[in-house]
């Protein structure tokens, strides 16, 4: 249904920053008049504005207060009636108290205010400024926000066949370029005119070309399709198909190589591992070619840093940790020998960035959580300096960010919640402060929707049910969104399933049972549909396939459903057996596999002995390596082979850090041996 929409418009901004007196001044007071509502902008700064109290109290008097609406910028509601708090109040007194005919505050409170919080732990930008609409037009909110997703739909729509014109019309003209030049080339021997068109001619080729791979190649990464990217890249590569590769200079053989590069990523992307790698291998052969011819020459070093990160990337997808450390090792290596040849250069910085984050993912992958740890601090440093020289380069945003990210998982893996989660919305901040007034950004929303089904799980450590259940719903919303916009997009896949996967563990917990099987029953269809696309990718067989089969058999034995429950727990079993001796990157398939066998022995203790000893033999050598969620399954081993003392340290140590999780304080309720002083 269409509703029809009020303007909002002329918008009169009060930027007058001198002292109110008795009245308010004459332009004010006019635009007051005129005004049919008033928005206050409240923080500390507005509290202590008397201008700020005297705007207010004047449109009591003269206007209708019920139409002044409050947007928090800042501070904090309720603290005025907290005198040690005071300080971070931010309704100022004539919004809260009825005022007199001096425009006064007097003592009597009024009706409390209607306020949207742009804080990004409130409502955020975005959905505070569409509260604040909503209000305004009288029209409700979910119908504003589905008018204004479609808007942005739109845009992006707009934005994208702008995109691909420009890339068909520059695709064409560097190969007109290029053929332009090749007649040159064959006319140079004739006079030295020729020559110069010649070289004039690759010029413009080349620049072409490197606009192509770099700037436009950045553009359709914000609207996130991967068709127009393949094109693109598809018609470069066909027109290096026809060179003749002898007589391409070094310069030009690099950038055959980051065409390369970019096509392997869209296979990639697409799930298509065997000709990736036959990509970036054939990249990795070219740039190592180059770079022994050259070796100081720092895009050469960069060109081959790229290309054996990507052959890395390969080998870590498909669960062999040593390869992967291999390549990585030396991506590092490069990256390092950049900085030192220009260390004034931020992009080699960056290059240091993302090397330290690669080899803290490693050791993530290994349970080495400390080690992990310093890896992305190195890297939050790296990205946090270059943020700070220029802030609103999104690509730079997006690595701060996910430096934020990386570390949040370190520590949460630790059991430092309070840290994790102060990282975590350190990195929402960013990409919320990113967005305001600009265009949509496919890549600034996937991670944001990472971050926020990651914060769920770190909420729902924390014992914080509704909260966590707030986030993982907008980390849904935000996934299957633009996975509609790209659903060729299997990386964009992958994060969807984890996002529905979350939320059906946070409905289960909150007893929403038939919320909850709903939702890991979309995250099983999306992971069934990635394994039919390649079962060598060991983290869609493991974590995306089989976290939300273990949630969903959890829910099953909670339900009086244990038949059920056991037979999923026994197909687990058998499904990840198989990877624990061939994967050497996935310690989730462990912590996924160990809490399956307590699952099935949970549903008859009398005979499943061998499952607690099983669990113990593969977790209790270092239990130092363990998530919280796979030390509790420890915990409940130990208990259960008359080894309470040992349990009992373990669950110490997690209550002591603030770990609630449900599952953990089920498990205390069960065995009341287990539970703190």
């Not at 380069?393 to 430092?416: C, E």
């Not at 998530?627 to 509790?632: A, E, G, Q, R, Y």
């Given at each position: 249904?269409?509703?029809?929409?009020r303007?909002?418009?002329?918008?009169?901004k009060?930027?007058?920053?001198?002292?109110?007196?008795?009245?308010?001044?004459?332009?004010?007071?006019?635009?007051?008049?005129?005004?049919?509502?008033?928005?206050?902008?409240?923080?500390?700064?507005?509290?202590?504005s008397?201008?700020?109290?005297?705007?207010?109290?004047?449109?009591?008097?003269?206007r209708?207060?019920?139409?002044?609406?409050?947007?928090?910028?800042?501070?904090?509601?309720?603290?005025?009636?907290?005198?040690?708090?005071?300080?971070?109040?931010?309704?100022?007194?004539?919004?809260?108290?009825?005022?007199?005919?001096?425009?006064?505050?007097?003592?009597?409170?009024?009706?409390?205010?209607?306020?949207?919080?742009?804080?990004?732990?409130?409502?955020?930008?975005?959905?505070?400024?569409?509260?604040?609409a909503?209000?305004?037009?009288?029209?409700?909110?979910?119908?504003?926000?589905?008018?204004?997703?479609?808007?942005?739909?739109?845009?992006?729509?707009?934005?994208?066949?702008?995109?691909?014109?420009?890339?068909?019309?520059?695709?064409?003209?560097?190969?007109?370029?290029?053929?332009?030049?090749?007649?040159?080339?064959?006319?140079?021997?004739?006079?030295?005119?020729?020559?110069q068109?010649?070289?004039?001619?690759?010029?413009?080729?080349?620049?072409?070309?490197?606009?192509?791979?770099?700037?436009l190649?950045?553009?359709?990464?914000?609207?996130?399709?991967?068709?127009?990217?393949?094109?693109?890249?598809s018609?470069?590569?066909?027109?290096?198909?026809?060179?003749?590769?002898?007589?391409?200079?070094?310069?030009?053989?690099?950038?055959?190589?980051?065409?390369?590069?970019l096509?392997?990523?869209?296979?990639?992307?697409?799930?298509?591992?065997?000709?990736?790698?036959?990509?970036?291998?054939?990249?990795?052969?070219?740039?190592?070619?180059?770079?022994?011819?050259?070796?100081?020459?720092?895009?050469?070093?960069?060109?081959?840093?790229?290309?054996?990160?990507?052959?890395?990337?390969?080998?870590?997808?498909?669960?062999?940790?040593?390869?992967?450390?291999?390549?990585?090792?030396?991506?590092?290596?490069?990256?390092?020998?950049?900085?030192?040849?220009?260390?004034?250069?931020?992009?080699?910085?960056?290059?240091?960035?993302?090397?330290?984050?690669?080899?803290?993912?490693?050791?993530?992958?290994?349970?080495n959580?400390?080690?992990?740890e310093?890896?992305?601090?190195?890297?939050?440093?790296?990205?946090?300096?270059?943020?700070?020289k220029?802030?609103?380069?999104?690509?730079?945003?997006?690595?701060?960010?996910?430096?934020?990210?990386?570390?949040?998982?370190?520590?949460?893996?630790?059991?430092?919640?309070?840290?994790?989660?102060?990282?975590?919305?350190?990195?929402?901040?960013?990409?919320e402060?990113?967005?305001?007034?600009?265009?949509?950004?496919?890549?600034?929303?996937?991670?944001?929707?990472i971050?926020?089904?990651?914060?769920?799980?770190?909420?729902?450590?924390?014992?914080?049910?509704?909260?966590?259940?707030?986030?993982?719903?907008?980390?849904?919303?935000?996934?299957?969104?633009?996975?509609?916009?790209?659903?060729?997009?299997?990386?964009?896949?992958?994060?969807?399933?984890?996002?529905?996967?979350l939320?059906?563990?946070?409905?289960?917990?909150?007893?929403?049972?038939?919320?909850?099987?709903q939702?890991?029953?979309?995250?099983?269809?999306?992971?069934d549909?990635?394994?039919?696309?390649?079962?060598?990718?060991?983290?869609?067989?493991?974590?995306v396939?089989?976290?939300?089969?273990?949630?969903?058999?959890?829910?099953?034995?909670?339900?009086?459903?244990?038949?059920?429950?056991?037979?999923?727990?026994?197909?687990?079993?058998?499904s990840?057996?198989?990877?624990?001796?061939?994967?050497?990157?996935?310690?989730?398939?462990?912590?996924?596999?160990?809490?399956a066998?307590?699952?099935?022995a949970?549903?008859?203790?009398?005979?499943?002995?061998?499952?607690?000893?099983?669990?113990?033999?593969?977790?209790?050598?270092?239990?130092?390596?363990?998530?919280?969620?796979?030390?509790?399954?420890?915990a409940?081993?130990?208990?259960?082979?008359?080894?309470?003392?040992?349990?009992?340290?373990?669950?110490?140590?997690?209550?002591?850090?603030?770990?609630?999780?449900?599952?953990?304080?089920a498990?205390?309720?069960?065995?009341?041996?287990?539970?703190?002083?």
């Amino acid at each position: 249904m269409n509703v029809a929409a009020r303007p909002l418009y002329p918008i009169f901004k009060d930027r007058e920053e001198e002292a109110a007196g008795a009245s308010i001044g004459a332009s004010i007071e006019a635009a007051l008049g005129a005004s049919e509502f008033l928005i206050v902008l409240c923080s500390p700064r507005a509290v202590a504005s008397p201008w700020v109290n005297h705007e207010v109290a004047w449109f009591k008097i003269h206007r209708d207060p019920k139409k002044i609406l409050a947007l928090i910028v800042g501070g904090e509601p309720g603290s005025s009636e907290a005198p040690a708090e005071a300080a971070d109040a931010c309704f100022p007194a004539t919004l809260l108290h009825q005022v007199n005919a001096d425009l006064l505050a007097t003592e009597v409170l009024a009706d409390a205010p209607l306020a949207a919080d742009a804080r990004a732990h409130g409502d955020g930008k975005r959905l505070a400024k569409l509260k604040l609409a909503a209000a305004m037009m009288g029209v409700g909110l979910d119908t504003l926000v589905q008018r204004d997703d479609r808007r942005r739909a739109a845009r992006r729509r707009l934005l994208l066949v702008g995109l691909m014109a420009l890339s068909t019309v520059l695709a064409g003209l560097s190969i007109f370029a290029f053929n332009q030049r090749d007649a040159a080339l064959h006319a140079r021997n004739q006079a030295v005119a020729s020559k110069q068109e010649a070289e004039f001619q690759r010029d413009q080729a080349q620049g072409l070309v490197e606009f192509m791979v770099t700037d436009l190649r950045k553009r359709l990464d914000a609207v996130g399709r991967l068709d127009v990217l393949e094109a693109v890249g598809s018609q470069l590569a066909d027109f290096y198909a026809k060179q003749n590769l002898a007589t391409l200079d070094p310069d030009a053989l690099g950038r055959r190589a980051r065409v390369q590069l970019l096509l392997g990523e869209v296979d990639n992307l697409r799930g298509n591992l065997d000709p990736a790698l036959a990509r970036y291998r054939e990249a990795a052969a070219t740039t190592q070619e180059l770079l022994h011819r050259d070796p100081d020459n720092q895009q050469r070093i960069f060109d081959h840093a790229q290309a054996v990160f990507w052959v890395g990337q390969i080998a870590w997808q498909r669960g062999d940790a040593a390869t992967a450390r291999s390549f990585w090792t030396q991506y590092y290596a490069q990256a390092q020998r950049l900085v030192a040849l220009d260390p004034d250069r931020d992009a080699w910085q960056a290059e240091v960035d993302y090397a330290n984050s690669n080899l803290g993912t490693l050791e993530m992958d290994q349970g080495n959580a400390a080690e992990a740890e310093q890896y992305f601090r190195n890297s939050l440093a790296v990205s946090s300096r270059l943020l700070a020289k220029d802030a609103k380069d999104v690509d730079r945003v997006i690595a701060a960010g996910q430096s934020y990210a990386w570390l949040a998982n370190a520590l949460f893996h630790q059991a430092k919640l309070d840290e994790a989660q102060t990282a975590r919305r350190a990195e929402l901040d960013l990409y919320e402060t990113w967005l305001i007034n600009r265009a949509e950004n496919a890549k600034i929303r996937n991670v944001e929707s990472i971050a926020r089904y990651n914060l769920a799980d770190i909420l729902l450590a924390a014992g914080q049910i509704e909260e966590a259940s707030t986030e993982a719903r907008v980390a849904v919303k935000l996934a299957d969104d633009i996975r509609g916009n790209d659903p060729e997009n299997l990386e964009l896949a992958d994060r969807a399933s984890l996002a529905h996967t979350l939320l059906g563990e946070a409905y289960g917990h909150a007893g929403q049972t038939g919320a909850a099987r709903q939702q890991l029953a979309a995250a099983i269809a999306i992971a069934d549909r990635l394994v039919a696309k390649d079962d060598s990718i060991v983290r869609w067989r493991g974590k995306v396939g089989a976290l939300p089969r273990l949630i969903l058999a959890r829910l099953e034995a909670r339900s009086d459903q244990p038949a059920t429950a056991s037979a999923t727990y026994l197909r687990l079993i058998s499904s990840l057996r198989p990877l624990l001796a061939t994967s050497t990157s996935e310690q989730s398939i462990e912590s996924i596999y160990c809490a399956a066998l307590a699952g099935q022995a949970r549903l008859a203790p009398q005979n499943h002995g061998a499952n607690w000893r099983e669990i113990i033999a593969m977790l209790e050598p270092k239990p130092e390596r363990h998530s919280p969620k796979t030390l509790t399954v420890l915990a409940e081993a130990l208990v259960n082979s008359e080894r309470a003392d040992t349990a009992k340290s373990i669950v110490a140590k997690l209550y002591q850090a603030g770990y609630r999780h449900p599952e953990f304080m089920a498990l205390l309720n069960i065995y009341p041996v287990l539970s703190p002083p």
